[in-house]
């Protein structure tokens, strides 16, 4: 059997033991900064500490949690990913989009992931919420040691972005830019990145689209516009402000990923 095959059987048999039992889930949520609180909404709740489970790391950034939440949101078996993993923490990649692999077999057909990201389209603004429609992975970092063969990433969903776009007023749509960080970028920087057709840019997502999608889950990405990136608005970027603005929206996004939810 493969490493990746043992490893993913050995993280699976971790959560049984820690429950007794192996819960099966069909949403899969991935969530960014301030978001992990929409874990208190679900019902019928269970929780393992990453800690616990064979294989997962540890979050090291501010905001985010490490607990793989299950339970119910409406009449929908999910699990949430309560902090998520950056590969500016010096993560690798594999390690990443690892957690991926174990939500396959839990039985996840669909996945949500939502991050921060900084406005680049100069008709966005702070608190605006984006459909990832499409992404450009300028990190040139790609999770392909733990697939299998070349594939392209067929991951825009249309029926499931029109039906959650009738439900919820005001959904922006754009294209995310993937940097590796952990610095923010230069205003030329994001000059080039508004030149090569972002609409905004953040430093994850785009490592569990293409691992999602190798997986054959449906995948939907939501951007939090946190801030103007770089040079768009004369004054400088700071982490607390992209912890603010998420603060500020996080009733409005959890309205969003509920909605998200129930049309899967
Ligand atoms: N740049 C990169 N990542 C980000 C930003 C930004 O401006 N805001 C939130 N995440």
């Known amino acids: 059997m493969r490493k990746l095959e043992l490893k993913i059987n050995e993280s699976l048999k971790s959560i049984k033991d820690y429950f007794d039992f192996l819960p099966k889930v069909k949403i899969g949520l991935i969530l960014g900064s301030g978001l992990g609180e929409m874990a208190d909404e679900i019902g019928d709740i269970l929780s393992i500490p990453y800690e616990k489970i064979y294989g997962f790391l540890r979050p090291t950034v501010e905001g985010h949690k490490g607990n793989l939440v299950f339970g119910k949101l409406g009449n929908k078996s999910v699990c949430i990913m309560q902090g998520r993993f950056h590969y500016y923490e010096g993560n690798t ?128 990405g939501f951007s939090c516009i946190t801030n103007m990136a770089a040079g768009i608005l004369e004054k400088p970027l700071s982490h607390q402000e992209v912890i603010e603005v998420s603060k500020m929206v996080k009733d409005k996004f959890k309205k969003l990923i509920k909605i998200a939810v129930m049309e899967a």
Request: proline share 6%; glycine share 8%.
């Open 93 to 220: 990649i594999g390690d990443i989009v690892y957690p991926l692999f174990v939500m396959k077999r839990l039985g996840v057909s669909h996945l949500i992931i939502t991050n921060a990201a900084g406005g680049i389209n100069p008709s966005f603004k702070p608190g605006d919420l984006v459909i990832i429609e499409d992404y450009i992975n300028f990190a040139m970092k790609n999770p392909s040691t733990n697939l299998r063969g070349i594939k392209p990433v067929i991951f825009k969903d249309t029926n499931w972005i029109e039906s959650i776009s009738r439900k919820f007023e005001d959904l922006k749509r754009g294209v995310y830019i993937f940097v590796t960080g952990p610095s923010y970028e230069t205003p030329s920087e994001i000059k080039m990145f508004r030149k090569l057709g972002a609409d905004m840019v953040g430093m994850s997502t785009v490592p569990e689209i293409i691992t999602a999608s190798s997986l054959g889950i449906r995948v939907l």
